[in-house]
């Protein structure tokens, strides 16, 4: 395996996933929501459902920033599920996700 700089990995190094698990969220016009409850994990896709038909936001402060389309999604290096927050800019929608543990 090689990393960006083409220097080699030992794979025997690399740690992967013991577990994980996915979801979705119901998101209420434009409230701030957690992502799920306390969940651990080291990782998490968030994506916009593809049937929204508003853009979502999300992020690990009271006011998510980060804005995805409908289908979009970003990978998010955390470790637990309930600090993810999320939030329909209009209307409403659902969040989906999927992590690693």
Excluded: E, H
């Excluded at 740690?15 to 994990?41: F, R």
């Excluded at 402060?61 to 990978?75: D, E, H, S, Y």
């Amino acid at each position: 395996m090689f990393r960006d700089d083409d220097t080699i990995v030992d794979v025997a190094s690399v740690i992967l996933p013991s577990s994980g698990g996915d979801g979705q969220t119901a998101l209420a016009n434009t409230n701030v929501t957690a992502l799920t409850t306390t969940t651990p994990c080291t990782a998490v896709f968030v994506q916009a459902d593809s049937a929204n038909t508003t853009n979502m936001r999300v992020g690990v402060t009271a006011t998510p920033k980060v804005v995805l389309t409908p289908g979009q999604g970003i990978w998010i290096a955390i470790s637990d599920l309930a600090t993810v927050r999320v939030q329909m800019v209009s209307g409403t929608g659902n969040a989906n996700y999927l992590y690693l543990a």
